[in-house]
């Protein structure tokens, strides 16, 4: 499992991704918050760990830019504010839990295991795009009412895609994300699974919803009669 620790204390950065690492986590980590939402908006990370007091970008401003972007994964506040409004804050915006400096190792690792196992707690049921919905729990596809059938994979491609509607997904975030592959350069698995997808989503529709943005990846969006 991936966890990105964004904390600006280079000692206590340091120590969080030693002992994630030890543990069998693989830590990615950022000094500043720009950093870190950078790298939160880049890669898929199963729990991000987030310092409130950070240069360029503090800790709300990251989890609320986080939340509004769609971005579910689970956070964990780490902070020296010990006050219950802090707390309340935290929470509100969209934080999973709230630790407070200092803490014990066993704590936190206890703490992180717990969201974990839970998991995005907000993730939407239902996704809607235009004519298209996406059912998550029952794997089911409909657009204009009439059910697409699509595969394991497919609906996996194609719900990534509704949830980050609007932003440019590279071939590479696709690849690890749905076949948890590393993608190479001449491989084209990525273009011929979503030739497939647009084939079942946008065919007989007039208009499209899955478009290429050459030289990037893929992008989800309702641009009404539009093509690319």
Known sequence: MRILIIEDERRSREFLARGLAENGFVADTAEDGQAGLYLAEDRHYDLVVLDVMLPVMDGWSVLRAMRAKGIETPV???????????????LELGADDYLVKPFAWAEFLARLRTLLRRGPAR????????????????????????????????????????????????????AEQ?????????????D?????????????????????????????????????
């Open 76 to 90: 964990l506040f780490l902070t020296a504010r010990d006050t219950v409004p802090d707390r309340v804050k935290g």
């Open 192 to 228: 011929v699974a979503l030739g497939r997808l647009r084939r079942k989503v946008d065919e007989g529709f007039s208009s499209r919803l899955i478009h290429t943005v050459r030289g990037l990846g893929y992008v989800m969006e309702d641009r009404g009669h539009g093509h690319d």
């Open 123 to 174: 993730q939407a049921e239902v996704i809607r795009l235009a004519d298209l919905e996406l059912d998550l729990p029952r794997m089911k596809a409909r657009r204009g009412g009439k059910v697409i059938d699509l595969t394991a994979k497919e609906f996996q491609l194609l719900s990534l895609l509704a949830r980050r509607a609007g932003d440019v997904l590279s071939r590479t975030l696709l």
């Open 178 to 190: 749905v076949w948890d592959m590393n993608f190479s350069t001449d491989s084209n698995a990525v």
